[in-house]
């Protein structure tokens, strides 16, 4: 059995001193957890999916605590294309009502991206004009359809190869061209929706200076060309030997263009299990270290620059984590499967309400 918290004094004091007895730890009150998104106007998100919402007492932890959501799935590629090449939009339409019934912002995710390459797209592969104009059509229609109703939107996601040293090749590139494909997809999102705030979100970018380096070079030349890319999402699946200070430096960088910052799917992995023999307490101290300096880089933002901070799910059951292997068990998010709050929530709502 984990032990929890009494009070946010007693987790923060721990938090930030590994060397802390472990009587700091005590069962914490469900009681006095203040919702996260009451701490900040800077907006809140979590990501989610329509299976998870079935759950009420998930739903209901989910609007206590955030003003904005993020579809894990029903807005991406793979669900929306048909093989024929119909558009279907049932998955992303239930998500958007869901939303729009709890008056909750709509980050989207994602428009373009290496995983997501649908076999219609794969079946016009080489087919030149004939692809290029299914590519316009797509992001037209996709972003058209939600316009007004999605602050913001991943138009490119993970443009970056693994290891930072050159571009992703894609069914995208070989047939649009290595950084045209891009350029084409913030004209046509931002045709269709001039309002939303449109983003390129990669990962690794706080573990990766190479990776973080080589995006940002990216960025700036998609911007001499005229993309119309208002802001930067760094993903931020991070974990506990992370190196003290990287989130805060790579904020630094990112924030230098001048661009808004999403911190858009943050969570905080404890490693495998069987690799790693310290103490549970040993670990969400850490944890909750590594989530209290994400959260103060995004704070220490320009107001202008705050865009949104999303956490990559909401309990610690409903993490992709746990498909990896070795990872069965992770525990990378703010609420423990039983929906009480965990030491890295009182570490994020500690710096959350300090202006
Ligand atoms: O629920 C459907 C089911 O009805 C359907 O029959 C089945 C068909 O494959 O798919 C099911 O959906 C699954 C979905 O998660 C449920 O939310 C998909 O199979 C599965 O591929 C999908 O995985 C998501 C993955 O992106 C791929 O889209 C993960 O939940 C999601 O956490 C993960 O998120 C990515 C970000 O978009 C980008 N950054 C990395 C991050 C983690 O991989």
Not at 6 to 16: T, V, Y
Not at 273 to 282: E, F, G, K, L
Request: net charge positive; proline share 5%; hydrophobic share 40%.
């Amino acid at each position: 059995m984990i032990k929890k918290f009494s009070s946010r004094r007693d987790f923060f004091g721990a938090a930030l001193s590994l060397a802390a007895a472990p009587a700091a730890l005590a069962d914490a009150p469900r009681r006095d957890a203040p919702p996260l998104k009451s701490l900040t106007n800077a907006p809140m998100g979590c990501s989610t999916n329509l299976v998870a919402l079935k759950d009420p007492a998930y739903a209901a932890l989910l609007l206590r605590n955030f003003s904005q959501v993020t579809p894990e799935y029903e807005m991406k590629m793979n669900p929306i294309t048909h093989t024929d090449g119909r558009l279907n939009f049932t998955l992303a339409d239930n998500f958007m009502g869901f939303a729009r019934q709890n008056r909750l912002r709509v980050h989207a995710t994602t428009l373009v991206w290496y995983k997501h390459q649908p076999p219609y797209f794969m079946g016009l592969d080489g087919k030149g004009q004939v692809f290029a104009d299914a590519y316009r059509n797509y992001l037209l229609t996709v972003v058209g359809r939600y316009r007004g109703q999605v602050v913001g939107w991943d138009v490119v996601n993970e443009p970056v190869w693994t290891d930072g040293t050159r571009l992703r090749d894609s069914l995208w590139s070989s047939n649009l061209g290595a950084e045209d494909y891009m350029v084409l997809a913030f004209e046509y999102a931002k045709q269709a929706d001039p309002n939303a705030v449109l983003f390129i979100n990669e990962f690794d970018l706080e573990r990766l200076p190479r990776k973080r380096a080589t995006f940002l070079n990216l960025v700036e030349r998609l911007l001499k060309r005229g993309a119309k890319i208002d802001g930067i999402g760094t993903q931020s699946h991070v974990n506990i030997n992370l190196p003290q200070g990287a989130s805060t430096l790579t904020m630094r960088d990112l924030a230098a263009l001048g661009l808004k910052i999403h911190v858009s799917e943050l969570d905080v992995s404890l490693g495998r299990a069987d690799r790693d023999n310290r103490s549970m307490d040993d670990k969400l101290k850490l944890q909750s270290a590594k989530a209290w300096e994400v959260v103060d880089a995004f704070m220490n933002l320009p107001a202008s620059q705050r865009y949104a901070l999303t956490m990559w799910g909401l309990m610690d059951k409903n993490t992709w984590l746990r498909q990896l292997p070795g990872r069965e068990h992770d525990e990378p998010l703010a609420f423990y499967d039983d929906g009480q709050p965990k030491p890295m929530f009182w570490a994020m709502a500690d710096r959350l309400k300090t202006r």
